[in-house]
C-alpha cells in the first residue's frame, strides 16, 4: 500500500521543524542563558595586574537577622557588589537545594556585617554570607572609662548610637540569666574577676 502524495511534504516540513528548528531553537537558548550566567556570575570589577601591596576596594554591608534573600541580592547590586538580583535568586535557589538534600535544611544567608569587595565573584560572595564570614573588629575600652565615654567611642566608630548604648547598659539582665544578683541594676565589667557583674 501506498503513502497518498500529499502527506510526503506535511512529513518532510515536520521532520523539517521538530529535527532542525527546534533544537536550533533550544540550542540557541541554552547557549544565550550560559552567556548570561558567565557573565553575572563574574566579579562586578575586574582589576588589571597591580602590585601586590594595592588591595581591592571593599565594601561593607549589614545583614540584619531574618533578611530575605532576595532582599541581600537586592542590597548587593545596588552597593554594585554584583551585577544582577535575578542570578542571587537563581543561586540561592540552588544553596537551599543543596542544603535540604545534605540533611540542613535550617542552613541558610546569614546575619551580620560583612566586607565584600566588587572584584569577587557572586559564588565567592555568596559563600561569605553562606557561611557567616563576618567583619570580626577587636575594640579596646581604658579601664576606669565611664558609660557615656564608651557611647560616645561606640558612636564614633559607627557601631551604634550612643543613646542605644547607654539604654542597654541599663537593662535588667536578670530574665536572661537568672543566676545574676537580686537588685542589679545593670552590667559591667568587673576587672579583677575578669567577669560581668
Known sequence: MTEPQNNRPRRRSSWLFYGLIVPAIVGL????GWRWWAWVSQPVLMLAPTPADAEPPMVRIRIQPGTPAQQIGEDLAAANLIRSSLA???????Q???ARLEGEANRGFQAGTY???????????A????AGQTVARRLTIPEGWTQHQMADYFAAQ???SAPAFLAATQQSWSDRYPWLPEGLPHLRWHPLRSEWV
Do not use: D, K
Open 88 to 94: 542571587w535568586s537563581l543561586w540561592t535557589r540552588w
Open 29 to 32: 537558548g541554552v547557549w544565550q
Open 115 to 125: 566586607e565584600l569587595s566588587p572584584t569577587q565573584s557572586l559564588s565567592a560572595i
Open 96 to 98: 537551599t537545594l543543596q
Open 127 to 130: 559563600h561569605q554570607i553562606w
Open 158 to 160: 559607627g557601631l551604634f
